[in-house]
């Protein structure tokens, strides 16, 4: 009998976390191979899964391979007909992963599919899931046209991010979110030119229109930890994003987003000095 699903979990220095992921998924309806990639943790995360979860496929390795690298190095790995990426900070309910699989299996003309997140404690919905990101909505949110141009920029806001929708039902997508993200294994793989940035996006703009479903019944826990939020984050982000609009939008576009996001990115290195 073939492996029906593969759960891929990257995982950079949040021990604790991880484990409490990975005893959710030990309590799932449907039994996973379960792969997690370890980017050269310091804080025993690999003796905590091989002495824990001795069942878990580990794959520990000496540099980080960041996140678009750690998840193919998983997918690569994995040998179910279904992976599902999963942030080490998610505690899928019994039962989400057995929902998110049941879709995929009936709506074979759908992209892939992700689930509910919600808050630790209050239970409150997370705002996940987009539009694939336009250029005019890059620049917009970028750049100081975005000041200029605030009601064009609110406009593009509102239906990149289906603000009329409050995640509280089943929705078509084109964006999901890579904390929990299920497609057909040969689908799913990243750009490798990408480091932690616009991965998602990437995927759904090879997609070419096939939707994401969004499932309000398969719920999943997501501490959403600000770990990235960083200046090196935060360099990696622009250069991610420089790399992204370059591969769907072609060099000249790229070359006048770096151009008009300097004011932004000096704005933010003098902030990030100052503290």
């Known amino acids: ?30 039994t996973p191979e379960i792969i997690v990639v370890d980017n050269h943790s310091h804080d025993d995360s690999v003796a905590m899964v091989r002495h824990d979860f001795p069942q878990v496929k580990l794959l520990a390795f000496d540099e980080n391979t960041w996140y678009c690298g750690g998840n193919n190095h998983g997918i690569d790995a994995a040998q179910g007909e279904y992976v599902l990426l999963l942030n080490p900070d998610t505690v899928p309910e019994p039962d989400a992963l057995e929902r998110m699989t049941i879709f995929m299996d009936t709506h074979p003309e759908y992209a ?34 975005g000041w200029m141009l605030r009601g064009w920029r609110q406009r593009l806001c509102d239906a990149h991010w289906y603000t009329d929708w409050r995640r509280d039902r089943d929705y078509d997508v084109q964006v999901v979110p890579g904390s929990c993200m299920m497609m057909h294994r040969d689908d799913i793989r990243m750009d490798a030119d990408l480091l932690l940035y616009f991965p998602e996006d990437d995927i759904g703009q090879r997609m070419n229109g096939r939707s994401f479903r969004f499932l309000a019944n398969a719920r999943i826990e997501h501490r959403e930890k600000s770990a990235t939020k960083t200046m090196l984050a935060q360099k990696i982000y622009f250069r991610d994003m420089l790399v992204y609009t370059r591969k769907h939008h072609g060099l000249l576009a790229m070359l006048l987003l770096w151009l008009l996001t300097r004011p932004l990115w000096w704005g933010i290195r003098l902030r990030g000095r100052g503290r």
């Open 1 to 30: 009998m073939s492996m029906k699903l593969s759960v891929v979990i990257v995982n950079y220095n949040t021990r604790d976390d991880l484990h409490n992921c990975l005893t959710a998924l030990a309590h799932s309806t449907l």
């Open 112 to 145: 892939g599919v992700t689930g509910q997140l919600r808050y630790p404690g209050d239970g409150g919905l997370q705002f996940t899931c987009s539009r694939v990101p336009t250029y005019a909505y890059l620049l917009l949110n970028h750049t100081p046209l």
